[in-house]
């Protein structure tokens, strides 16, 4: 398989403390791998390092063959909205617009005209089973609602790859099974997928590689 | 107690931005405030205090030396009423005094022995006072500006007396009731065989009349007397009639202040809610939460208030003192300390109750409800228009910073009403500047009379005084005019003739002026009424309709030596003359009439004092020259204009300030679309269009409001002052102003958002994604 993401001795700094000391991973075309560890042990920031949203202190991290050190702010920007699609553990939707605007909204941020825009965000709603909850705004809608319209959001723009942040941590059981059920989907029709989770569950049922993460380092990669 | 002082003083620490925005926004509009009112209180003010601090004569009275005597004078300082009295004085009227400096025609020249005495105290300006014979002091007259080098330098010049030796002028002087033109010493005013005696008296009650001490005294005793009153309105006059105006002015003003102080103090509490949370988890009760959120605020208020009043004393004593340089009152004063009272306290109120409703209001909340603030999804708001935003055509990022106002709907009510008000308080300053500059244009008519030169001063002789000797003008008209017209920057010269009559029915004598070439209008706008087409017919100005009650279409009788006729009035000019007549009209009451009064306009780029300079060395060195006199006006319109400013800095810091609390606010929001893809440039452009948009929208509505002001105060204003404006004095906004002038809300808006864009812009994405 090909390699999406090369992390080579990627270290991350804030002040005096260590967030990453030298992490060196490969993630393939097509692979969903699951990163796990206690709190504080630096998976998130991975993710930022992943997504662009955060610069390593040292080290590269190479997408499709860019290396993400030398984009500038607005390249990293660009970067973002075409490659990457983020699902956050408190959904992170903006409040003020409806569901179906929020996930209209970074397909315009490609140029998409808004019709066909409209009719891809209508697509996934359906896949995604929220169709009647497009006018809704965030602060109706249930836990498991949010987080499916922060899916649908994530793949708008059918990134090479979806990184999940505790996608199931701010969820009931029930809802929770929903979205692991749906990345498996996702996975299976050959979708990328990297998440950090606190839940084996998740990550043996979704993840074809669980990376152990402790102290800012990949301590065992299980297969 | 000492728990809430320690959390205060812990959000005063953390908040450090905003507690310097409070403290700035607190501190201009204090100082705006203080400023504003100051002004108001010194308009009315400086003279009232020089006034009683010379001892100003309430009452000048002169007396014919023929029907009474001095003793029967000097009995009159003991009659109920009188406070203190000086003279009598003997007093002379001079006829051919020439002096550079003072108004032509004759002067009156008083013996006094000392500068001082119990009433009017004179303030020595040049020179000394006098010490013997054979020297005069001189009276400085705020009317006149003298520019002409050495030429205006009168002290050392002589004074030719006809009949007698000449004066030596050895000081100049300033009386706050002006009650001579020159003083004496008693000896060298026997020597000038006076015939009146002048006494000046100060009452207990100020509004007592001359019949309180003239009573008992002879028929005709009496010559002519003088209310302190219009030396008061002679001092006052120009800056009065911008009183209405700084008035609605100054409500703007406060209005502006109290909007914006009300805005960001709240702001500040309601952006504190989850911090509020914290402290009742913490065991705060809500008069504990109350007390943090007021203290908070308090702290900077009180040093922003106290920096305000200190600045704004600082300010009103420099255009205090340059308001009584041009008024030509004697000292200097600041401002009042009642002023400095009610801007403290009422500023300090102001801040304790804007912040007090928010802070009792946080207090009352449920501490899971205050803590959840800063985290819960909010409802969205106005989702119609978020709606139809996302929508349009327009980039995103606009979209989405134009639905942003309308998420906080009473925030931004409140930032519109302040950009509303600065921007509606530059329009009618920039009209009010405009209609003055028009009116003042009006009045010296253009450039036609930018220098006017009297060379027939001992013609003027006023009514009453007529038996001195006329010496004629040094030069003929003819000589004079050619002399004019040769002189280097000279565009044009218009020949006139000025003389002082009596117009049946006023006691002042008016001046009536006529130029020989029929009806020409020489400049003169009208308010009402046309020119002058037929004899008899007179244009008058708004003081004389004022003073005379006359309205367009009365008919006055004019009298000049002995010879009256009967003049219609057909129209009301603007301009500083009274009544402007026809040259055969004029001649027929004033037989051999001359044109010995010249207008000059100058060539473009020349220097007035340099061609000041010239007329001197052309006409001679003792030549009445005058100018126009607008200090006062200039002050106030640059008093104006500074307020202006500090509007418009309160306005954008209240913006500054609103733009931050969003920011802040939107954090989160701005952290989900940068990790969508959006470029530090959209975010940026999210935040400045949500500015610009309020800022053009503020921008309309406040053009709105100031032209309206402008239109009804304007109108109102000049009326107090005896002047109609003609219309077109009022049709100032032309369509590029208006469009600037709209723009100013937009230019507030974009400061205002500038750095908080930036802020925004610069965003760590995964420090804004954890921000609750």
Not at chain 2, 147 to 153: K, L, M, T, W, Y
Not at chain 2, 344 to 370: I, K
Not at chain 2, 392 to 402: A, F, Y
Request: aromatic residues 4%; hydrophobic residues 45%; glycine residues 10%.
């Amino acid at each position: 398989m090909e390699h999406l993401v090369q992390l080579t001795d990627v270290r991350k700094e804030y002040g005096d403390t260590t967030a990453l000391a030298g992490v060196t991973l490969d993630i393939r075309q097509g692979e969903a791998v699951a990163v796990m560890g206690p709190s504080g042990s630096g998976k998130s920031t991975l993710l930022n390092m992943v997504a662009g949203l955060d610069r390593p202190t040292s080290g590269t991290i190479v997408f499709q063959g860019e290396d993400l050190s030398t984009l500038s702010e607005t390249a990293l920007a660009k970067f973002r909205r075409r490659r990457i699609g983020m699902v956050f553990q408190f959904f992170n939707l903006l409040d003020d617009l409806p569901a179906l605007e929020n996930v209209i909204l970074v397909a315009q941020l490609i140029g998409t005209p808004r019709k066909q825009a409209q009719a891809r965000a209508m697509e996934l709603f359906e896949e995604l089973g929220i169709a009647d909850r497009r006018n809704a705004y965030p602060a109706v809608l249930s836990g498991g609602e949010r987080q499916r319209v922060g899916v649908a959001r994530a793949l708008m723009n059918r990134p090479s790859l979806l990184l999940a942040d505790e996608p199931t941590g701010a969820l009931d059981s029930r809802s929770g099974e929903q979205v692991m059920d749906l990345l498996q989907d996702l996975n299976q029709i050959g979708q990328t997928l990297l998440m950090v989770t606190h839940d084996e569950k998740l990550a043996s049922r979704c993840a074809d590689r669980v990376i152990e993460f402790a102290d800012g380092r990949v301590t065992e990669a299980v297969r | 107690m000492k728990a809430t002082w320690r959390a205060a003083r812990a959000a005063v620490r953390r908040r450090r931005l905003q507690t310097l925005i409070i403290g700035v926004v607190v501190m201009v509009s204090t100082a705006t405030i203080v400023l504003a009112l100051g002004l108001l209180a010194t308009v009315d003010g400086p003279y009232d205090k020089a006034f009683a601090r010379l001892q100003g004569a309430h009452l000048n009275v002169s007396y014919d030396g023929d029907k009474v005597s001095a003793d029967r004078l000097s009995a009159t300082a003991h009659l109920p009423g009188v406070t203190a009295s000086a003279g009598p004085f003997a007093s002379v009227v001079v006829q051919d005094a020439n002096v550079v400096g003072l108004r032509p025609g004759p002067i009156t020249v008083v013996g006094r022995a000392d500068q001082n005495g119990p009433v009017d105290r004179l303030v020595l300006a040049e020179g000394r006072w006098l010490t013997g014979p054979g020297e005069i002091v001189i009276r400085k007259d705020p009317h006149i500006h003298c520019r002409g080098s050495a030429a205006c330098e009168n002290v050392g010049k002589r004074i030719a007396i006809p009949g007698h030796s000449p004066l030596t002028i050895v000081g100049v002087v300033r009386s706050i009731t002006q009650t001579a033109d020159g003083w004496v010493t008693p000896a060298q005013a026997q020597a000038l065989n006076p015939h009146s005696f002048q006494m000046l008296y100060r009452f207990a009650d100020s509004s007592t009349g001359v019949s309180a001490v003239t009573a008992d005294l002879p028929p005709g005793a009496v010559a002519g007397s003088q209310s302190y009153r219009i030396a008061r309105l002679d001092a006052t006059e120009g800056a009065k009639a911008a009183i209405p105006f700084l008035l609605t002015f100054g409500v703007l003003g406060l209005v502006a202040a109290v909007l914006i102080i009300g805005n960001v103090v709240s702001g500040a509490v309601v952006s504190g809610y989850r911090h509020i949370g914290v402290l009742k988890a913490l065991g705060f009760t809500p008069a504990q939460v109350t007390g943090v959120y007021v203290v908070m605020i308090a702290v900077p208020g009180v040093i922003g208030c106290s920096f305000g009043v200190v600045i704004g004393n600082l300010l009103a004593r420099f255009i205090t003192s340059s308001m009584d340089e041009a008024l030509d009152i004697p000292t200097a004063t600041g401002v009042a300390l009642w002023v400095d009272v009610v801007a403290l306290a009422g500023v300090g109120a102001l801040v304790a109750v804007t912040s007090l409703v928010p802070a009792v209001r946080a207090g009352r909340l449920s501490a899971a409800q205050a803590v959840s603030a800063g985290a819960a999804p909010r409802r969205g708001r106005a989702l119609r228009v978020q709606r139809l935003l996302a929508r349009t055509s327009l980039p995103r990022p606009v979209s989405l910073g134009l639905g942003l106002p309308f998420a906080r709907p009473g925030r931004t009510a409140l930032t519109l009403a302040a950009v509303a008000f600065g921007v509606a308080a530059v329009t009618f300053a920039s009209g009010l500047v405009w209609s003055l500059n028009a009116f003042m244009a009006g009045q010296d008519r253009g450039d036609v009379a930018a220098i006017s030169v009297d060379t027939a001063m001992s013609a003027r002789i006023p009514p009453g005084m007529e038996g001195g000797p006329k010496p004629g003008p040094a030069l003929s008209p003819a000589q004079a005019e050619a002399r004019l017209r040769a002189l280097p920057g000279t565009e044009q010269v218009t020949p006139a003739a000025v003389q002082p009559v009596h117009v049946i029915g006023i006691n002042d004598a008016t001046d009536m002026k006529a130029y020989p070439d029929g009806f020409a209008r020489h400049g003169y706008d009208l308010a009402r009424g046309r020119w002058l087409q037929n004899p008899a017919e007179i244009v008058v100005t708004g003081p004389f309709m004022k003073s005379s009650g006359m309205r367009l279409g009365d008919t006055v009788t004019v009298e000049f030596e002995g010879r009256r006729t009967a003049l219609r009035i057909v129209g009301q000019a603007v301009g500083r003359d009274q009544i402007i007549t026809d040259w055969a009209t004029m001649s027929a009451i004033m037989p051999g009439l001359q044109p010995t009064y010249f207008e000059m306009a100058l060539k473009k780029g020349v220097s007035l004092d340099a061609y000041v300079h010239s007329l001197h060395g052309a006409l001679g060195e003792s030549l009445a020259i005058s100018m126009q006199n607008n200090g006062g006006i200039d002050v106030v319109l640059g008093l104006m204009m500074t307020l202006t400013l500090g509007l418009m800095v309160v306005s954008a810091l209240g913006v500054f300030n609103t733009v931050v609390l969003n920011t802040r606010d939107r954090t989160r929001d701005f952290g989900i679309l940068k990790s969508l893809g959006t470029t530090p440039r959209q975010v940026m452009a999210v935040v400045l269009t949500s500015m610009v948009a309020l800022g053009l929208a503020g921008g309309l509505i406040g053009v709105a409001i100031g032209v309206v002001a402008h239109h009804v105060v304007m109108p109102k204003a000049a009326a107090t002052g005896g002047i109609t404006l003609p219309s077109a004095y009022l049709q100032v906004y032309g369509p590029l102003s208006l469009v600037l002038l709209a723009s100013a809300g937009v230019v507030i808006g974009t400061l205002g958002a500038l750095i908080p864009a930036g802020w925004a812009s610069r965003l760590r994405t995964a420090t804004a994604l954890r921000s609750e």
